[in-house]
């Protein structure tokens, strides 16, 4: 589209451009098109587009995407893009504030990458939304104000590096593309734009951490971007003794830290007593037969290395809507890195019966007391390959407040609707262990 076709759909659609809402919509056909190309779409990939606008970067994804999935926040354009693409059952247009929408509903459209002209104005909450772990991208191209861009992938000692840079640069390695000057958009804009491409930061073997104490310290460590680190950390830590074990001056600033060391300052200052255990294989557990009769005794590592039956229990968690909460397994896992899973799931200790090893579970690795009239006995699954080998029994519970967890055990936690969870499982097998769909399609069964 150029710039008198644009002007013709914003006239047609009754659309003022709005400073406030940071409305300045690309021109420039060729920027469009390059911008489009850095997603690397293949034909069975989802794109979502956040501010699509007049469609200036939508119609060159058209044909290369499996769906195309647009969030407009302009009830008028919303609905001109709904016309525009009535006849196409390739696209999907919600009328809704980017900042604000429901990334739990992007998952079944996986694989799904994002692409965004964002608007200057709500750029960061857009992106803090849809962006943060977990999400559904493995790749997103985004366009914002230059210095926004600066900010993303600025280094230690600079001025721009800061919260915003290690919030995004812990989720995702960014590479600043392009400088877009303010004539290639209507209305023009004072200042100049740029390209950015983002891949989604997830590797095996790297050093898991608490993403949720990363970003408090970093908050803490910026608070007050002159003053010494020493001097906003958590009391909970000798600060001398921290500062030694990472190899940093006492008197050292947040800003002058990288990535790589905000990490290890986070696990230096995680307190959970499992944080480095993403499982324990000198654990004894029993040996059974088909019917769960014990036969004899083994270590962890021994029965999955052996494919030795054993036993294990999963609990569902749901919060007070009704959502059940969904666990993103560590990367650091022996068993389904990386895939997500029940709430809770465990092994049953030697001599431990099902009930009791729920109870512990749920206390262990999220931190929900619960007792025995708080559990419901759901299902129970035979020993197979699909399960691991293991007799498993499921229980259900609720609980409304908010969880804690291992990282050395569970990545990231998100409560999804049933519905969803369902969809998602139906489209996208592989992203679940496959006990958890054995588990979860019984209960819905029965």
Wanted: some cysteine; proline content about 5%.
């Amino acid at each position: 589209m150029n710039g008198q076709e644009i002007r013709e759909v914003l006239d047609r659609a009754g659309v003022m451009p709005s400073k406030q809402l940071g409305q300045n919509f690309l021109i420039d056909a060729n920027i469009s098109r390059w911008i489009v190309s850095q997603l690397e779409l293949k034909p069975d990939e989802a794109v979502v587009e956040v501010g699509p606008g007049t469609g200036s970067l939508t119609e060159h994804l058209l044909g290369k995407a499996r769906r195309v999935i647009l969030i407009e926040f302009d009830a008028r354009l919303a609905e001109d893009l709904r016309k525009r693409f009535k006849d196409r059952d390739d696209v999907e247009v919600h009328l809704a504030d980017g900042a604000k929408f429901d990334r739990r509903f992007l998952f079944k459209h996986r694989p799904v990458k994002f692409l965004g002209n964002l608007p200057y104005s709500s750029g960061g909450a857009i992106m803090k939304n849809l962006m943060s772990r977990p999400h559904p991208f493995s790749r997103a191209v985004i366009m914002l104000q230059k210095e926004v861009i600066d900010r993303l992938g600025a280094q230690p000692g600079t001025k721009d590096y800061g919260i915003l840079s290690l919030r995004m640069q812990v989720n995702w390695k960014i590479q600043p593309l392009k400088v877009v000057p303010p004539e290639a958009f209507h209305p023009r804009p004072s200042i100049d734009s740029a390209v950015a491409v983002l891949t989604s930061r997830e590797e095996k073997g790297e050093p898991v951490f608490d993403v949720r104490l990363f970003d408090e310290l970093v908050r803490r460590g910026f608070a007050q971007r002159r003053k010494q680190m020493g001097k906003q950390l958590p009391d909970t830590h000798d600060w001398k003794e921290v500062a030694e074990q990472l190899g940093l001056s006492t008197t050292v600033r947040g800003e002058e830290l990288d990535l790589k060391k905000w990490i290890e300052l986070t696990r230096a200052y995680d307190t959970h007593p499992l944080k480095d255990k993403p499982q324990c294989d000198d654990e004894i557990f029993d040996v059974v037969d088909e019917n769960d009769v014990p036969i004899s005794k083994a270590t962890r590592a021994e029965v999955h290395a052996k494919n030795l039956i054993h036993r294990a229990v999963h609990v569902l968690v749901f919060n007070r809507n009704g959502d059940l909460w969904l666990q993103k397994r560590s990367l650091a896992k022996d068993k389904n890195p990386g895939v997500w899973d029940s709430s809770v799931s465990g092994h049953l200790d030697a001599g431990e019966d099902y009930l009791t090893a729920a109870i512990r579970e749920l206390g262990e690795e999220i931190v929900v007391e619960k007792k025995a009239e708080d559990l419901k006995y759901a299902v129970s699954a035979k020993p197979c390959e699909a399960t691991g080998w293991e007799h498993i029994q499921l229980f259900t519970t609720q609980h409304d407040g908010s969880v804690d967890f291992p990282a050395a055990e569970i990545d990231s936690m998100m409560p999804f609707p049933v519905s969803e969870i369902e969809a998602w499982s139906e489209s996208r097998p592989e992203d679940f262990s496959s006990a958890f769909l054995q588990l979860f399609r019984a209960w819905r069964e029965k």
